[in-house]
């Protein structure tokens, strides 16, 4: 087998999966981008629960009602951002979490953290939350705010596939030229 049918199957296995990356960003873009489109309308839903884990991730679950049947949709958010403090004058922390004006969760962390303190100081349970909803199918729906913007994991996504797809060419390039 010559260099240059050696540096074709490399760019093609490797490149290949650079653009599968990157295919599946935009597929996972466009997704995210046409559900949010038809998240047209909106009512009151009312927080129902929370979820919460041990990551400093804290959701809450709204109910809401369309045409007389009820939905539950959870708060989702463009990502979470903890910090974790642990000292003995902040062994144990129940207040400080909030959400910033770009859809990030702040939850900070400590020896010991009150999520369930924490998330009943956010979003009492019985509260009212905005909910859109896609008419056509009202399960479809996002709490509070729609996601704008591209998400950290499509943005994983497009860098990995780019990477990947840089270093493929270069490397058979190499292959080729030796």
Not at 99 to 106: G, I, M, Q
Not at 131 to 148: C, D, G, I, T
Not at 149 to 172: D, E, N
């Amino acid at each position: 087998m010559g260099n240059m049918q050696i540096a074709l199957l490399e760019l093609l296995s490797a490149g290949g999966l650079g653009a599968a990356l990157i295919i599946t960003g935009v597929v996972l873009q466009y997704s995210k981008k046409t559900n949010s489109e038809k998240c047209t309308h909106l009512t009151t839903g009312h927080i129902v629960k929370h979820i919460l884990n041990s990551n400093g991730n804290i959701k809450p679950v709204v109910e809401y009602q369309v045409n007389g049947k009820i939905y539950t949709v959870v708060r989702r958010f463009r990502g979470i951002i903890t910090r974790t403090n642990v000292s003995l004058n902040n062994l144990y922390v129940t207040k400080g979490a909030y959400v910033t004006d770009k859809d990030y969760l702040y939850v900070p962390i400590g020896t010991i953290t009150n999520m369930k303190q924490m998330a009943q100081d956010l979003w009492p349970i019985g509260s009212e939350m905005t909910v859109y909803y896609n008419p056509s199918f009202p399960e479809q729906a996002y709490a509070e705010k729609k996601p704008f913007g591209t998400s950290l994991l499509v943005i994983l996504f497009y860098i990995l596939g780019i990477v990947i797809l840089l270093i493929s060419v270069i490397i058979a390039v190499i292959i080729f030229v030796s």
